[in-house]
C-alpha cells in the first residue's frame, strides 16, 4: 500500500512565524503535491513538483514556497505565517494521473 | 465555469438505501475519473478510478463515467453507516480537478 505521511496531524502557531510541513512517500512516486481545503471552497493546488528540485505554481502559490530536495520528500514552508493561511493542508503524490494517495492532512490555526 | 461540479449536499439516507453521488464536468479532455472518500478530519481516500467510459464495481460501490453527458456516478449499495463521509470526485488529464465534495449521512 502507498503510505503518504505528513509530519503534523495539529500545528498551532503565531501571526509572522516562519511554518514547515512535511510530507514523505514511500512508494517512490515522481509527482508530489501539497493542496489546502476549506469549506465552500474543497481542495486548492498550492505547488507541485514533477521531479527532484523541480516545482511549479499551482492556483494559489501566494504567501507560500516548497523545497524537494530528495524524491520520497516534499516540504511546503509559509514564510510568515497570516491569520488567512489557517486550513487543512493535504500533501498528495502520484505515478500518473490515475491515482493520487493523499496524506492525513494537517489542521494548521494561525493565531 | 468550474471544471467539475459537485453538489455539496448534506445528503441524508436510512441504512440499506441505495446511494447516488454525481458530478459534471465541463472539460472533454479529462481521461481519468476517480472517487475518495474523506472521513472528518483525515485525508482523502481513493475508492475507486475509471479510465474512459463505462462502469467499474468493487463490492458495493460502483463507478459510472458517461462522457457524452460529461457526467459520472458513484453507487453505494447497501449502504451502512460506516459510509458516512463526503465523498469527492476528481478527474484528470495533465493535472487533477475536484469537486467540492458531498456529505452523505447513513442513519442507522
Known amino acids: 500500500d502507498v503510505k503518504v505521511t505528513q509530519s503534523s496531524r495539529y500545528l498551532v502557531k503565531r501571526t509572522g512565524e516562519k511554518v514547515f510541513l512535511e510530507c514523505v512517500q514511500d512508494?517512490?512516486?515522481?509527482?508530489m503535491f501539497w493542496y489546502r481545503q476549506d469549506p465552500g471552497l474543497g481542495l486548492r493546488l498550492i505547488y507541485f513538483s514533477y521531479d527532484v528540485k523541480m516545482k511549479e505554481k499551482g492556483d494559489i502559490p501566494e504567501g507560500y514556497s516548497v523545497s524537494r530536495e530528495k524524491k520520497e520528500r516534499f516540504s511546503l514552508i509559509l514564510e510568515s505565517a497570516s491569520t488567512n493561511q489557517t486550513s487543512m493542508y493535504l500533501c498528495?503524490?502520484?505515478?500518473?494521473?490515475?491515482?493520487?494517495?493523499f496524506g492525513p492532512g494537517t489542521r494548521l490555526t494561525v493565531l | 465555469q468550474k471544471e467539475v461540479e459537485q453538489d455539496p449536499g448534506p445528503l441524508s439516507v436510512p441504512e440499506g438505501a441505495i446511494v447516488s453521488l454525481n458530478c459534471t464536468y465541463s472539460n472533454s479532455a479529462f481521461q481519468y475519473f476517480m472517487w475518495y472518500r474523506q472521513y472528518s478530519r483525515k485525508g482523502p481516500e481513493l475508492l475507486m478510478y475509471?479510465?474512459?467510459?463505462g462502469n467499474k464495481e468493487d463490492g458495493r460501490f460502483t463507478a459510472q463515467v458517461d462522457k457524452s453527458s460529461k457526467y459520472i456516478s458513484l453507487f453505494i449499495r447497501d449502504s451502512q453507516p460506516s459510509d458516512s463521509a463526503t465523498y469527492l470526485c476528481a478527474m484528470s488529464r495533465n493535472q487533477f480537478y475536484f469537486g467540492t465534495g458531498t456529505s452523505l449521512t447513513v442513519i442507522p
Open positions: 498528495a503524490s502520484t505515478l500518473g494521473y490515475n491515482e493520487q494517495f
Open positions: 512508494m517512490d512516486h515522481e509527482n
Open positions: 475509471t479510465y474512459s467510459s
